[in-house]
């Protein structure tokens, strides 16, 4: 069966710091990978997704950034945390293939970032 | 642009109640619709995927329809119990897309013993 780990489970980051989420799929290849993240009173965010190794797809301008290193890992980096980037972060995974058109979607346990 | 709509915030019934959470989404031509639950300070998961061509998916206690030409889905539960609390989102694919949703903000559930 398919797994999706997520780490670490909670951050607390001094404003300016840099960071890393990583986020890897067990069970399955070439799987479509996502992050997201969740602010209070706001929804859901999809800020990357990636189809592939190296093939990284951003929703948002800011300043995160993603990489794929290797099929089943994803990585949500930054070079300065902001404020405004406080928040519940979750990564995801669907099937390859057919995608979201046939498949649902399937979540890690999410990462509580706070910026102070 | 698809937008989700999700109708009341929050919920709050005694416990062995039925009850009907709504979602609303403005373009009819979707591929799918998906239900999740999420539970305080986790991640999502995935209870029920409707796909266009059906009406109707059921899993245990839960029963989520689909009516496309209004652009309505809902989740029903079936006797309601205290574990049922959590927050409900309902999510479609973007519009000509497979590779990303569009989620709802979510119906907060509360089922009091």
């Known amino acids: 069966s398919q797994t999706i780990h997520q780490w670490p489970a909670t951050l607390v980051q001094p404003v300016g710091s840099p960071l890393s989420l990583e986020c890897t799929v067990e069970?399955?290849?070439?799987?479509?990978l996502y992050w997201y993240r969740q602010a209070a009173g706001r929804g859901l965010q999809l800020l990357f997704y990636s189809v592939g190794i190296g093939q990284i797809s951003s929703e948002v301008p800011q300043n995160l950034s993603a990489s794929r290193p290797q099929d089943r890992q994803f990585i949500l980096s930054s070079k300065k945390l902001l404020l405004s980037d406080s928040g519940f972060y979750l990564c995801a995974w669907t099937p390859p293939g057919g995608g979201l058109v046939s498949q649902p979607q399937h979540f890690g346990d999410g990462t509580r970032l706070s910026i102070l | 642009k698809q937008e989700v709509t999700q109708i009341p915030a929050a919920l709050s019934v005694p416990e062995g109640e039925n009850l009907v959470l709504n979602c609303s989404f403005t373009?009819?031509?979707?591929?799918?619709l998906q239900w999740f639950r999420q539970d305080p300070g986790k991640g999502l998961t995935s209870l029920l995927l409707?796909?266009?061509?059906?009406r109707e998916q059921t899993s245990g206690r839960l029963n989520a329809s689909l009516d496309k030409s209004s652009g309505r889905s809902t989740l029903y539960i079936a006797a309601s119990q205290p574990g049922d609390s959590a927050t409900y989102l309902c999510?479609?694919?973007?519009?000509?897309?497979?590779?990303?949703?569009?989620f709802g903000k979510g119906t907060k559930l509360t089922v009091n013993p």
């Open positions: 069970g399955t290849s070439n799987p479509n």
């Open positions: 373009d009819s031509a979707i591929y799918n």
């Open positions: 999510a479609v694919p973007t519009q000509g897309g497979s590779e990303k949703l569009v």
């Open positions: 409707i796909q266009s061509s059906q």
